[in-house]
């Protein structure tokens, strides 16, 4: 009997093709959009989509900045959302977030992206864009591998390289909103500024100038470590060289009475979409 011919059709990879979805992780922050007008400007707008998972704890100029982006590169914010802010996010999972892990990225972030991939593209045919910078080559293999199957390009790891100040100067010639957490001197436009991965210096700013963002988070953090009977906290204090809790009640005593043993160089790190450990993005 004669065996049926199989034809095996060679599956090119996604770098070396034409018909490909490219997917920028867009947070509303600077390097994202840097990163899509790269992405655009190499292979069109009619091909790329902006994935912006919102944490329903976002600045109002974050959402403006959305707008103006969307328009100036001419392609649509798609939105996906878990429903959740992150302070539902620690009670649902009964653990406070905090510098070391912060279940809000995987909820918020991560889980509705990976899912709007898995229902939307094919990671045959389908590249990502991470806005990761020249500053950050370190932090690739992990992010590469919590994104797998699907593909992932750094642009912003490769020359011309530009730091945040430049790429805010260059959105502003644009004719885009300057978000005013960056003006107010956040490092990130997330959150509210309230990011629980920030550290000292980003808490202590937020004091300063959204006093009632920082009222709600040191009132939230007190509940929970009510709820839980434990000595947990969204910061660590390390003086006298030994690590322990430092709340935010705390952290308000010490910047009225102590100044002195603040760690004003402490910004932490927000970066949801590029701290992803492969075991993080599982679905």
């Given at each position: 009997?004669?065996?049926?011919?199989?034809?095996?059709?060679?599956?090119?990879?996604?770098?070396?093709?034409?018909?490909?979805?490219?997917?920028?992780?867009?947070?509303?922050?600077?390097?994202?959009?840097?990163?899509?007008r790269h992405v655009i400007?190499?292979?069109?707008?009619?091909?790329?989509?902006?994935?912006?998972?919102d944490t329903n704890a976002?600045?109002?100029?974050?959402?403006?900045?959305?707008?103006?982006?969307?328009?100036?590169?001419?392609?649509?914010?798609?939105?996906?959302?878990?429903?959740?802010?992150?302070?539902?996010?620690?009670?649902?999972?009964?653990?406070?977030?905090?510098?070391?892990?912060?279940?809000?990225?995987?909820?918020?972030?991560?889980?509705?992206?990976?899912?709007?991939?898995?229902?939307?593209?094919?990671?045959?045919?389908?590249?990502?864009?991470?806005?990761?910078?020249?500053?950050?080559?370190?932090?690739?293999?992990?992010?590469?591998?919590?994104?797998?199957?699907?593909?992932?390009?750094?642009?912003?790891?490769?020359?011309?390289?530009?730091?945040?100040?430049?790429?805010?100067?260059?959105?502003?010639?644009?004719?885009?909103?300057?978000?005013?957490?960056?003006?107010?001197?956040?490092?990130?436009?997330?959150?509210?500024?309230?990011?629980?991965?920030?550290?000292?210096?980003?808490?202590?700013?937020?004091?300063?100038?959204?006093?009632?963002?920082?009222?709600?988070?040191?009132?939230?953090?007190?509940?929970?470590?009510?709820?839980?009977?434990?000595?947990?906290?969204?910061?660590?204090?390390?003086?006298?060289?030994?690590?322990?809790?430092?709340?935010?009640?705390?952290?308000?005593?010490?910047?009225?009475?102590?100044?002195?043993?603040?760690?004003?160089?402490?910004?932490?790190?927000?970066?949801?979409?590029?701290?992803?450990?492969?075991?993080?993005?599982?679905?």
């Amino acid at each position: 009997m004669t065996q049926p011919t199989i034809i095996r059709r060679a599956v090119r990879h996604p770098r070396e093709r034409d018909d490909v979805t490219h997917v920028v992780m867009w947070s509303g922050g600077i390097t994202s959009w840097a990163t899509a007008r790269h992405v655009i400007a190499q292979h069109g707008a009619a091909s790329t989509v902006l994935l912006f998972a919102d944490t329903n704890a976002e600045d109002e100029d974050l959402y403006t900045f959305n707008e103006q982006a969307s328009a100036q590169l001419g392609v649509p914010i798609t939105r996906v959302a878990d429903g959740r802010d992150p302070c539902q996010v620690f009670e649902d999972k009964r653990w406070l977030g905090n510098t070391r892990l912060a279940q809000c990225a995987l909820e918020l972030k991560l889980k509705v992206c990976r899912n709007w991939l898995a229902e939307n593209t094919d990671p045959v045919d389908t590249m990502l864009y991470v806005g990761l910078d020249w500053s950050e080559p370190h932090r690739i293999p992990s992010n590469r591998a919590g994104w797998a199957p699907w593909l992932v390009e750094y642009p912003l790891t490769q020359p011309p390289y530009r730091d945040k100040d430049q790429l805010r100067a260059e959105a502003r010639a644009a004719g885009l909103i300057d978000p005013r957490l960056y003006r107010l001197g956040f490092a990130h436009n997330n959150c509210g500024g309230a990011c629980v991965k920030g550290g000292q210096a980003q808490w202590v700013r937020l004091l300063e100038v959204f006093p009632e963002r920082y009222a709600r988070h040191e009132a939230f953090e007190q509940r929970m470590r009510e709820q839980l009977g434990k000595d947990v906290s969204i910061l660590r204090d390390r003086t006298g060289g030994q690590t322990k809790p430092l709340t935010l009640a705390a952290l308000r005593q010490r910047i009225a009475e102590r100044p002195d043993q603040l760690d004003l160089f402490d910004e932490g790190g927000c970066g949801c979409f590029t701290s992803t450990e492969p075991r993080e993005v599982a679905a």
